[in-house]
């Protein structure tokens, strides 16, 4: 699951599977974040609707 996690997220976003969803993100957040992927994860966390992934700001 580790190399498809990215794309499992977006595609539960998109068929609107929440409990997929949530693995994903625990799974994401966990294991796979790293220095090297950080932008991206922030990116992703924006566009699938996954705050424990992205930066809020206050504004």
Known sequence: MKQY???????SH????????KLCVEKLEKEL?????VV??????QL?????LSLRDGR
């Open 48 to 52: 699938c609707d996954a705050p424990r």
């Open 33 to 37: 974040l790293n220095l090297e992927n």
């Open 5 to 11: 996690v990215m794309h499992l997220l977006v595609l």
């Open 40 to 45: 991206d994860l922030l990116q992703l966390g």
């Open 14 to 21: 998109a068929f609107g599977v929440s409990s997929l969803k």
